[in-house]
Nanobody, 121 residues
């Protein structure tokens, strides 16, 4: 079974930076893409950014320039560098892995448990 474990969330002041990481485990052979989503209180989960194993990235327009996604395929780990954070960035950030192949099975989508990011003074 594939597991995604996020880390790096916490409290940060407006204008500050935070880096999230998400490591996938479970006898993984191949992951096509990984990404980050977020869900603010009272709102639906929304896309933040995705990256393929070839390094092709996609960002939601409103976040491009402040957030940077990267991937280390050798570690099955995706990162999200968040700069110039605003109170509106406060949310639970979820990691996602797309089209995961393991030695025993394939998974179309796997989600992490989420990590809370709070931007507040």
């Amino acid at each position: 079974q594939v597991q995604l474990v996020e880390s790096g969330g916490g409290l940060v002041q407006p204008g500050g930076s935070l880096s999230l990481s998400c490591a996938a485990s479970g006898n993984i052979l191949h992951i096509y893409a990984m990404g980050w989503y977020r869900q603010a209180p009272g709102k639906q989960r929304e896309l933040v950014a995705t990256i393929t194993n070839a390094g092709s990235t996609h960002y939601v327009d409103s976040l491009q320039g402040r957030f940077t996604i990267s991937i280390d395929n050798s570690k099955n780990t995706v990162y999200l560098q968040m700069n110039s954070l605003k109170p509106d960035d406060t949310a639970v950030y979820y990691c996602n892995a797309n089209n995961v192949a393991t030695k025993l099975a394939g998974y179309r989508e796997v989600w992490g448990q989420g990590t809370l990011v709070t931007v507040s003074s």
